[in-house]
């Protein structure tokens, strides 16, 4: 196929192709190193967001403590995160080697505990009720009856509580993989998601799994694809200016001299084309023929 191609059909397609292989190659570095940037820049973004919060959630899941979890205040600190989606915290407390578990998901502006037995809902209930049978004797002093009112009080709102959270995670339906992550950061496309693990501080250990909105992540995205390929139109634009250039000023003189060469030899006008005073390959092919 080469050999039914001219000089200049033959020098014009090999330098497009190199060029086309140089920039395609170029573009590909340049992609892969503006988006590895990116995508680094927001997993320590997400990173920065939640290690505030690290602290008190290791000392809380060390105790146990799922009041500290789940107290409305722990609410409002993670609505105020931009982009939080999910949270997931999963650990062992350091004292009874008990698992603790909670969640929250910003579209409801739930926290809720994952680790709720039925048969720790049905001692709740049997506390609550004990008590109000114990709040309902007679001859109760002033004392104690303000007590009993007060446990039976928190006892409502632990068995609300429970039962809520027994609720919310059987109708819980995540969008998103909540696995653990094999690695610190990891992004879904298909989501549009990016989520980040870090783990606890407490002895027995544990994670915070937290997802990200990372929708305008995938927009710059969009934006490297169409830079890159606005630079990459302007070089090969230029090349092909270039290249045309080139193969004009290599092959014109060629076929200058060719049409020459057919001429007899009493018409021959070496003398008078100008490639004979070039001091390239082709002014000697030249300067050789006048000869």
């Given amino acids: 196929m080469l050999k039914k191609l001219t000089i200049n059909q ?36 997400m990173e920065q967001s939640v290690s505030p919060l690290m602290r ?3 000392a809380a899941v060390a105790g146990r403590n799922y009041t500290a979890l789940m107290m409305p205040s722990q609410k409002d600190t993670l609505s105020r995160i931009e982009q939080l ?30 680790d709720v037995s039925d ?94 909105d990372a929708s305008h992540l995938y927009s710059l995205k969009s934006e490297i694809y169409f830079t890159i390929a606005v630079e990459a139109a302007i070089a090969l634009f230029v090349s092909l200016l270039l290249i045309i250039g080139v193969t004009h000023w290599l092959v014109a003189p060629l076929r200058r001299l060719a049409a020459q060469m057919d001429k007899d030899i009493e018409q021959l006008n070496i003398a008078s084309l100008e490639e004979i005073h070039r001091s390239d390959e082709i002014g000697v092919l030249a300067r050789g023929l006048h000869s």
């Avoid at 059987?170 to 094999?182: C, D, G, M, T, V």
């Fill in 10 to 45: 033959l020098l014009f397609v090999s330098h497009l192709l190199l060029v086309v292989i140089l920039i395609a190659g170029m573009s590909y570095s340049r992609y892969q190193s503006e988006w590895e940037s990116r995508v680094n820049q927001e997993a320590a973004l």
């Fill in 56 to 58: 008190e959630i290791s």
């Fill in 85 to 114: 989606l999910f949270l997931d915290v999963q650990g062992t407390s350091d004292y009874l080697d008990n698992k603790v578990c909670i969640r929250y998901v910003r579209e409801t502006g739930e926290i809720w505990r994952v």
């Fill in 119 to 212: 048969e720790e809902l049905e001692s709740t209930k049997l506390t609550r009720d004990t008590l109000a049978t114990k709040l309902e004797e007679e001859n109760l002093n002033h004392i104690t009856a303000r007590k009993l009112a007060f446990l039976l009080n928190k006892a409502n709102k632990d068995l609300s509580a429970l039962a809520l959270s027994q609720k919310l995670t059987a109708e819980f339906s995540p969008p998103w993989p909540i696995a653990p992550l094999e690695d610190k950061f990891a992004l879904f496309p298909e989501q549009n998601v990016a989520a980040i693990q870090l783990p606890l501080f407490n002895k027995n250990g544990g994670y915070l799994y937290a997802v990200f």
